[in-house]
Nanobody
Framework: QVQLVESGGGLVQAGGSLRLSCAASGSTSGINVWNWHRQAPGKQREWVAGIDRSGTTNYENSVKGRFIISRDNAKNIVYLEMNSLKPEDTAVYYC????????WGQGTQVTVSS
């Protein structure tokens, strides 16, 4: 089992920045891929960014050039640095880890005011 806890969400004005963290505990060895997803009110959860064991990253088109996903393997933490935030980035942000199955955190709220 893998337990994930997100933190770092909050209220920020448009154009601002936030850094989300996702800390893993439990059976963390063998995690192949980390992802960040988000879910806005009334919308389906959508994938935002991912990073694999080699450090290769991928981003959803609307966040390319603004968001950066990174990982600290020693601490088992994955980060999502979010810059130039827009009101449409408002959502609950979730991280997940792929290790055999898929494990999810509880989410952290990000609100971007215009």
């Amino acid at each position: 089992q893998v337990q994930l806890v997100e933190s770092g969400g909050g209220l920020v004005q448009a154009g601002g920045s936030l850094r989300l963290s996702c800390a893993a505990s439990g059976s963390t060895s063998g995690i192949n891929v980390w992802n960040w997803h988000r879910q806005a009110p009334g919308k389906q959860r959508e994938w935002v960014a991912g990073i694999d064991r080699s450090g290769t990253t991928n981003y959803e088109n609307s966040v390319k050039g603004r968001f950066i996903i990174s990982r600290d393997n020693a601490k088992n933490i994955v980060y999502l640095e979010m810059n130039s935030l827009k009101p449409e980035d408002t959502a609950v942000y979730y991280c997940n880890a792929v290790r055999g199955g898929i494990y999810w955190g509880q989410g952290t709220q990000v609100t971007v005011s215009s």
